[in-house]
Each structure stands twice: as C-alpha cells, then as structure tokens.
C-alpha cells in the first residue's frame, strides 16, 4: 500500500479553509490559498462539465454558491470558467487549475462526486490528470464505481472511499436497501481495493473502521465542526476534515 502517513500528518480543511462571512466560499481559489497558508491539508470536490472537464465545486446545480444558475453539467468548461462565487471575484476552477495552482504545497484530498449512474469518466479524467500530478494528492468518492475505475486506470494513485452508516438523507433515496448495506460495510473491497477511508464523524465508532485500522488502514472523520466532533475524531481516527473553526 506505500507509505500512507502523509494524508494524516495535518487536519484537512473541507472543501478549502472557506468562510462565507468573510467572503471566502467554499472550493474556490481564495478557501485553497487560506488553507495553504494555515498549513491544512486540502479537500475539493470534483464534478464534469458538459464537455468532460473536472471542475471544482461540490452541487449538482451552481444556484447555491455562484452567480451562475441550472445544473453545472450543462455548462462548458470554458463557461463555467467565468462564472463567479457570490460576493467575490473568485471565479470556478477546473482540475487543472486547481493542481497548477496548488503545485505540491499541501497534500490534496479530491472528492469525485457522483449521481451513482455508472459514468465513470470524471474518474477517469481525474485519474489521468493525477497520474502526471507531482504532489501528494488522493482521490476518493462514496462511489465505489468511481474508484474501481481509478484503480483500473492509474493503479499508482492513491484511492479511498467516503462512507457512512445509515445512508439515511434524502440524496440517497434511490439507492436500494442492499447497495447501502454493501457501502456502510465496505463489501465493495473486492473492486475497489481502496486504501484509507473517509468516515462520517457522527457515525463513529464503527465496526467497519475500528477492523479498518487494526489492520493499518488510515481513517479520516468527516465533517468535524464541534468540540463532539474532534474527541470522536481523536478517539476513533486519525485525522479530521474539519469546517467552520481552525484547529
């Protein structure tokens, strides 16, 4: 599995070390450079333009966080490029830009998000731009699909999958009973091979993540935003993706 140690040396700054009261939103340019300078970790997420480009916000639609409105698959790169975050002059990013502009100066944690449809091609654009990538960066997705593709593509990337217990809130309504049993127990392990987990804070202890590291499996507790939060964290992983404090 290789030396895994760097994804827990520093907590993980969820979707960037953003605030929206001071003008920093989340996944954009500004919330990446605040949680380099803090010395974090970095965690973005990763959805595909309608051209295929891996662009870096978290929603399904723009309406949210940006000027911008409608589903953010039905915009080019090349559009979603220009659109800007609320009350700011930070614009999208894609993949490429994200990694040009980190260049190495934090570990980097890319969440490949997913509508659970089978499309594997925003992992495999994420695989082939990580392959060429020079710093200490993982992908990883709720998605067991997304990284089976990964380990098929670039089996040298690190890989990890986001899981959690109950699978409960309404994004999961269409999944069946049996597809949820086999993601909160990881019994997609066969396919995925993946090498650590992300694990909901609010979940923990599990089974699955205390056999997970006895047997030297890295564990990182999301999202941590309250002091509950971190003790669960301290006590049952190694490291926390944290929002809404620094550490």
Excluded: C
């Amino acid at each position: 599995m290789g030396d895994l140690s760097w994804l827990i040396q520093r907590p993980v700054a969820h979707r960037g070390l953003h605030d929206a009261s001071r003008g920093v939103i989340e996944n954009s340019p500004s919330a990446i450079e605040a949680a380099i300078a803090g010395g974090f970790s970095v965690e973005v997420d990763i959805q595909s333009a309608r051209d295929g480009e891996a662009m870096v916000y978290h929603d399904f639609a723009l309406d949210r966080l940006t000027q911008g409105s409608g589903l953010l698959a039905e915009h080019s790169s090349a559009q979603l490029a220009q659109v800007r975050f609320r009350a700011t002059d930070d614009r999208m990013m894609s993949l490429p830009d994200l990694l040009a502009r980190v260049d190495g100066r934090a570990p980097l944690l890319i969440e490949i998000k997913s509508a659970f449809t089978g499309d594997v091609r925003l992992a495999l654009r994420a695989a082939r731009l990580l392959a060429e990538y020079r710093g200490p960066a993982a992908l990883m997705s709720f998605d067991p699909e997304m990284i089976s593709a990964v380990r098929d593509a670039a089996p040298g990337i690190t890989r990890g999958i986001v899981a959690e217990r109950r699978y409960n809130e309404p994004e999961w309504n269409d999944l069946s009973a049996g597809a949820k049993h086999v993601l909160r127990n990881l019994l997609h392990w066969p396919a995925t091979r993946f090498q650590f987990i992300a694990y909901r804070v609010a979940d923990l202890p599990a089974p699955v993540t205390r056999i997970a590291r006895a047997l030297g499996f890295p564990v990182l507790a999301w999202t941590v935003r309250r002091q509950a939060d971190r003790d669960a964290a301290k006590k049952f992983a190694d490291q926390m993706i944290f929002e809404s404090f620094r550490p």
